[in-house]
C-alpha cells in the first residue's frame, strides 16, 4: 500500500478537533487509504473517470451499497474538507451520480427462539454482560466499546452513553438482569485493569476491548447457534420488543439516541406482531357492534 498522502492526515486531525467519533474517524481514513492505494494518483489528480474505476471494482467485489456509499461520502467530506482549508488545486471529483441508489431495508430482529439460542452459546460472563447490554439497552457497538465505569449510576440504575452516533449524550435505563450481570462483572474484575474500563481485552488486561473484538466475538457465538445475527440485530430487537410490548415510539427515539423520530418508525413497520394484536383487539368491538 501506498504512503498515507499528507492531506488525508490533515483530514483525520480536523475530524478528530471536531470531536467525530474514533469509530468514525478510522473508517474514513480506511475508506481513503483503500481508494488512494487502488488508484495510485496523489489526491489533486484525482478525477469522476478513477471515482468510476474505483465503483467498478467495489461492484465486482459484491460489497453493500451502504459500504459503497460510506466510502464514496468519506472521500467527497476529504475534498470539501481541502476546499474548505483554501486550496482549489483539488478538484471535487464526486458526483450525484456515484451514490448508488439503495431502499432502506427495514431493520432486522431476533426472534425469541434465536436470543435464546444465541446466548445459551455465551457461557463467558463478561460477553455475556456485553450482549446483554445491547439486548436490554440498545446500545451500539461503539457506546458499548467506549463504556466506562463513572458512566453507572448504581443508585439511580442508569448510565450515560457519552458521544453516541451525532456526539450526542443520552441516558439509558438499567433492567433488573443487566444491572445484576453488572454488579456481577464487577467481581470478576482483574486487578491489573485500569479503573474506569468496564470491558476490557482479555488477553490484554491493560486496554479496553476494541469494536473490532466485540463484532468478532458475536460473529462466532452466532455461527455457534446456527443463526443470523450482529451486534446491531441485538440494538433492533431491544426496539422491537419494547414497542411489540406497548411503548410509544417517541419512547424508543429517546432510549436509541436517533436524531428524527422517522428513524424510530421504522420499527413501527417491523413489529407486524402488534399491528396483529391491534387489529385483532378492535375488530372484536367492531364486531358486536356490527354484526351481520
Known amino acids: 500500500m501506498l504512503p498515507m498522502p499528507n492531506e488525508i492526515e490533515s483530514f483525520t486531525d480536523y475530524l478528530k478537533t471536531r470531536r467525530y467519533s474514533p469509530h468514525t474517524v478510522a473508517n474514513y481514513e480506511l475508506d481513503l487509504r483503500l481508494f488512494f492505494a487502488l488508484i495510485e494518483k496523489p489526491p489533486a489528480q484525482i478525477t469522476w473517470r478513477d471515482v468510476d474505476c474505483f465503483l467498478q471494482q467495489q461492484h465486482r467485489q459484491g460489497l453493500a451499497?451502504?459500504?459503497v456509499n460510506r466510502r464514496i461520502h468519506a472521500l467527497k467530506s476529504f475534498y470539501e474538507f481541502l476546499f474548505v482549508t483554501g486550496s482549489d488545486e483539488y478538484p471535487m471529483p464526486i458526483?450525484?451520480?456515484?451514490y448508488v441508489r439503495q431502499g432502506r431495508p427495514l431493520p432486522k430482529k431476533l426472534t425469541t427462539v434465536e436470543v435464546k439460542r444465541l446466548f445459551a452459546q455465551i457461557i463467558n460472563e463478561v460477553d455475556k454482560t456485553l450482549f446483554l447490554l445491547m439486548l436490554r439497552c440498545g446500545l451500539?457497538?461503539?457506546?458499548?466499546?467506549?463504556l466506562r465505569l463513572p458512566d453507572i449510576d448504581w443508585?439511580?440504575?442508569?448510565?450515560?452513553v457519552r458521544q453516541g452516533k451525532g456526539r450526542k449524550d443520552r441516558r439509558v435505563y438499567l433492567s433488573n438482569d443487566i444491572l445484576?450481570?453488572?454488579e456481577q462483572?464487577?467481581?470478576l474484575r482483574p486487578r491489573a485493569i485500569p479503573e474506569d474500563i468496564v470491558f476490557w481485552n482479555q488477553k490484554r488486561l491493560s486496554q479496553p476491548l476494541s469494536i473490532k473484538a466485540i463484532q468478532k466475538k458475536m460473529e462466532r457465538y452466532a455461527k455457534s447457534a446456527n443463526i443470523k445475527a450482529s451486534c446491531h440485530s441485538l440494538r433492533h430487537t431491544f426496539a422491537s420488543n419494547l414497542l411489540e410490548a406497548g411503548a410509544e415510539v417517541v419512547y424508543i427515539k429517546e432510549f436509541l439516541g436517533h436524531n428524527s423520530i422517522a428513524s424510530s418508525e421504522r420499527y413501527a413497520r417491523l413489529s407486524n406482531q402488534r399491528v396483529k394484536q391491534m387489529y385483532l383487539q378492535t375488530i372484536g368491538k367492531v364486531i358486536n357492534k356490527t354484526r351481520v
Open 140 to 146: 451500539r457497538v461503539a457506546e458499548v466499546a467506549a
Open 185 to 187: 462483572l464487577l467481581n
Open 180 to 182: 445484576s450481570s453488572l
Open 65 to 67: 451499497p451502504t459500504t
Open 95 to 98: 458526483k450525484p451520480s456515484h
Open 155 to 160: 443508585t439511580e440504575r442508569t448510565l450515560i
